[in-house]
């Protein structure tokens, strides 16, 4: 059972008070918490960041085998496939990067 700071509790050698913290312990405390939120939210950014890179990498591949090739309905297929594979990775991803954070 919680203890509640600055209260008594019932304990098998009788009657115990629990030790308030100081304001000094708190902010330790707090800024620990504060350190390891804003490492968690840098590490999302980065994820976020490159997997965004990637997907702009696969368009880019599959839009420059478009320009490479000689035959006009391959050269199609993977400029478009290029495009939607580029553009919609990255707005999914984004999507999903949004909706993570906004679920934390």
Known sequence: MPVEPGTASESEGGLRFARRRTPEE????????????????RAATARTLISCFAWVLIGLALMSYAVHTTDL?????????????GNGGVLLTLIGAFLRSMRD
């Open 26 to 41: 708190r902010a330790e405390e707090l800024l620990a918490l504060e350190r390891e939120a804003e490492r968690e939210e």
């Open 73 to 85: 309905r391959v050269g199609g297929m993977a400029y478009w496939a290029g495009l939607l594979l």
